[in-house]
């Protein structure tokens, strides 16, 4: 018995042997262990199909990290008026530089106006990182609401272009149908592969925290910081931050005056108080989510002070108001979306109670000001504020009468102050004023690009409104996200006095960047890899 066992076990070690070493008479060679093992890892390295997926995933995630970062630095940094020095340098294209030589009213330097803002290369730099993850995110987009959103902007953005061929002034016109279509670029990017409502909201919150902080500042310095100064002496880091010099004794500076006393608003990095006031509420309204969270209440009630007073310091009724529309707007989103439960209502209540004090502080300080801000002054000559009123009635006759004349197709994007100065010079009354933009952007909408215009630009703003319900419907709207529609209600109010959302490249990204983050989905993450790595 044992004899046949050994016998039996020698057999199947022989088998196994001449398995392994078989004789293989079609390529005339023996197959060893080692060749059969390597035969088949490579076998397996080419032929696994997640092997490449997954490189390109690990890609495309390296990539949207830095797509995030640079939007976020976008967001925070978007309102300052911020102007490369090397736009001017011998290596930049001669058709960009020559024009940028010529004086600064000719048509040659307006028609590239655009290149003087550090945002353009910021947002061309975010598009070549979309480019190479092949449009991440635009797959969804089509397949989701959001793309009827996305094809009226895209419209709006051709139609603007086409309005060039009809406008006077061609060389501003083209400026701002490029700035149209980076701002629609950047727009696209944000909801179709942006950071999460929350993050934004925090890079908004941010960037009015560094932007009241100055603007505090300049109004306690009564001039400028001279940001520049410390930039070329101590940060040597080559920010060419544009700080207007400012007086408040020279002429046309934005001041407040009471008591004989001229009093220099807060402007910022910015060209004039009311953007700086339009992007400080922006960023007080994106931080009110914060006062739902009782362990984010300390951090809350430091970014609404620092952001009110700053704001209060720019004198501008357009922010203010744009502020009080915000808060609206948010508190209404919160209630309806079930936020302001227990905790939530404590944390409105603390913001209230908050807000009080600020303005009620600021009230006592600035009293005689703000008077005089309010029309109630005694100078014994035409307030700013009389005059400034005067102005925007002026402008806004001559919109209407610009619209009755082009009702369809307008007079072309970027060309109403052109417009305005030519109504100035024929009007009877000899007044003393400048063509500028009318202080409404519904009515300058109608005046450049006509009816058509109009049907676009309500087509964004309707589908927007659209998707704003179907969050709520879904139970997708999160407080953060409640918080920049609420930024967007803010500056759709202000278009009522103010333009600058509408003209200003700067303030473009924001309004248009806000509303796409308030539309991208709340739950994504950045660049998840959904292959097995253990195969």
Same mark, same amino acid.
């Given at each position: 018995?044992?004899?046949?066992?050994?016998?039996?076990?020698?057999?199947?070690?022989?088998?196994?042997?001449?398995?392994?070493?078989?004789?293989?008479?079609?390529?005339?060679?023996?197959?060893?262990?080692?060749?059969?093992?390597?035969?088949?890892?490579?076998?397996?390295?080419?032929?696994?199909?997640?092997?490449?997926?997954?490189?390109?995933?690990?890609?495309?995630?390296?990539?949207?990290?830095?797509?995030?970062?640079?939007?976020?630095?976008?967001?925070?940094?978007?309102?300052?008026?911020?102007?490369?020095?090397?736009?001017?340098?011998?290596?930049?294209?001669?058709?960009?530089?020559?024009?940028?030589?010529?004086?600064?009213?000719?048509?040659?330097?307006?028609?590239?106006?655009?290149?003087?803002?550090?945002?353009?290369?910021?947002?061309?730099?975010?598009?070549?990182?979309?480019?190479?993850?092949?449009?991440?995110?635009?797959?969804?987009?089509?397949?989701?609401?959001?793309?009827?959103?996305?094809?009226?902007?895209?419209?709006?953005?051709?139609?603007?272009?086409?309005?060039?061929?009809?406008?006077?002034?061609?060389?501003?016109?083209?400026?701002?149908?490029?700035?149209?279509?980076?701002?629609?670029?950047?727009?696209?990017?944000?909801?179709?592969?942006?950071?999460?409502?929350?993050?934004?909201?925090?890079?908004?919150?941010?960037?009015?925290?560094?932007?009241?902080?100055?603007?505090?500042?300049?109004?306690?310095?009564?001039?400028?910081?001279?940001?520049?100064?410390?930039?070329?002496?101590?940060?040597?880091?080559?920010?060419?931050?544009?700080?207007?010099?400012?007086?408040?004794?020279?002429?046309?500076?934005?001041?407040?005056?009471?008591?004989?006393?001229?009093?220099?608003?807060?402007?910022?990095?910015?060209?004039?108080?009311?953007?700086?006031?339009?992007?400080?509420?922006?960023?007080?309204?994106?931080?009110?989510?914060?006062?739902?969270?009782?362990?984010?209440?300390?951090?809350?009630?430091?970014?609404?002070?620092?952001?009110?007073?700053?704001? #209060?310091?720019?004198?501008?009724?357009? /922010? !203010?108001?744009? *502020? &009080?529309?915000? $808060?609206?707007?948010?508190? =209404?989103? +919160?209630?309806?979306?079930?936020? #302001?439960?227990?905790?939530?209502?404590? /944390? !409105?209540?603390? *913001? &209230?109670?908050? $807000?009080?004090?600020?303005? =009620?502080? +600021?009230?006592?300080?600035?009293?005689?000001?703000?008077?005089?801000?309010? /029309?109630?002054?005694?100078?014994?000559?035409?307030?700013?504020?009389?005059?400034?009123?005067?102005?925007?009635?002026?402008?806004?006759?001559?919109?209407?009468?610009?619209?009755?004349?082009?009702?369809?197709?307008?007079?072309?994007?970027?060309?109403?102050?052109?417009?305005?100065?030519?109504?100035?010079?024929?009007?009877?009354?000899?007044?003393?004023?400048?063509?500028?933009?009318?202080?409404?952007?519904?009515?300058?909408?109608?005046?450049?690009?006509?009816?058509?215009?109009?049907?676009?630009?309500?087509?964004?703003?309707?589908?927007?409104?659209?998707?704003?319900?179907?969050?709520?419907?879904?139970?997708?709207?999160?407080?953060?996200?409640?918080?920049?529609?609420?930024?967007?209600?803010?500056?759709?109010?202000?278009?009522?006095?103010?333009?600058?959302?509408?003209?200003?490249?700067?303030?473009?990204?924001?309004?248009?960047?806000?509303?796409?983050?308030?539309?991208?989905?709340?739950?994504?993450?950045s660049g998840d890899i959904e292959a097995d790595e253990t195969d």
């Open positions: 018995m044992l004899r046949q066992t050994i016998q039996l076990q020698s057999i199947l070690a022989s088998n196994v042997i001449s398995d392994k070493f078989s004789f293989n008479p079609v390529s005339a060679r023996r197959i060893y262990p080692r060749d059969f093992i390597l035969s088949n890892h490579r076998k397996s390295f080419s032929m696994n199909p997640s092997s490449t997926p997954l490189l390109w995933q690990r890609w495309t995630q390296y990539l949207t990290y830095a797509m995030h970062g640079l939007i976020l630095f976008i967001f925070f940094s978007a309102t300052w008026w911020w102007r490369p020095r090397w736009a001017y340098a011998k290596w930049v294209p001669d058709f960009f530089r020559e024009r940028l030589s010529y004086p600064s009213n000719t048509q040659e330097y307006l028609s590239v106006y655009y290149i003087r803002f550090t945002l353009v290369y910021l947002v061309a730099i975010l598009a070549c990182l979309w480019v190479l993850t092949m449009f991440k995110g635009l797959r969804e987009l089509v397949l989701d609401g959001r793309i009827w959103w996305a094809a009226g902007l895209v419209l709006l953005s051709l139609y603007i272009r086409l309005s060039v061929g009809w406008a006077d002034q061609k060389g501003i016109a083209n400026s701002q149908a490029i700035q149209w279509m980076l701002v629609t670029i950047f727009a696209l990017i944000v909801t179709c592969n942006g950071p999460q409502p929350r993050w934004v909201a925090t890079a908004l919150v941010g960037g009015t925290i560094f932007h009241a902080a100055i603007a505090i500042t300049q109004s306690a310095l009564q001039h400028e910081v001279n940001l520049g100064w410390l930039d070329q002496h101590w940060l040597k880091i080559g920010l060419d931050l544009v700080e207007y010099r400012r007086s408040p004794d020279a002429s046309g500076v934005p001041v407040v005056q009471a008591d004989g006393v001229r009093f220099l608003r807060a402007y910022g990095l910015t060209s004039h108080p009311n953007p700086l006031a339009g992007g400080l509420a922006v960023g007080i309204i994106a931080g009110l989510w914060m006062w739902l969270k009782p362990e984010m209440r300390r951090t809350a009630a430091w970014v609404t002070t620092i952001g009110v007073w700053g704001l #209060l310091l720019t004198f501008s009724r357009s /922010g !203010i108001g744009s *502020l &009080a529309v915000g $808060l609206i707007v948010t508190i =209404g989103l +919160f209630f309806i979306n079930r936020n #302001l439960k227990g905790d939530g209502w404590r /944390g !409105i209540v603390a *913001l &209230a109670i908050m $807000l009080a004090l600020v303005v =009620g502080v +600021f009230y006592i300080g600035y009293r005689p000001l703000i008077e005089s801000r309010a /029309g109630d002054g005694e100078e014994g000559l035409p307030s700013v504020e009389d005059i400034s009123i005067a102005a925007r009635e002026i402008l806004t006759e001559q919109a209407r009468e610009i619209f009755r004349d082009h009702r369809w197709t307008g007079i072309g994007i970027g060309n109403f102050p052109w417009e305005s100065q030519k109504l100035i010079d024929q009007d009877p009354r000899n007044l003393d004023m400048q063509g500028t933009n009318v202080h409404n952007i519904y009515h300058l909408i109608l005046a450049e690009l006509g009816i058509v215009g109009v049907a676009f630009t309500s087509w964004v703003f309707i589908f927007a409104v659209g998707l704003l319900w179907i969050q709520w419907r879904e139970g997708k709207l999160s407080p953060e996200a409640a918080c920049l529609w609420g930024a967007v209600g803010a500056w759709l109010a202000v278009g009522w006095y103010d333009y600058y959302h509408w003209v200003i490249f700067t303030h473009q990204i924001i309004f248009w960047g806000v509303m796409a983050a308030a539309l991208t989905p709340s739950n994504r993450r």
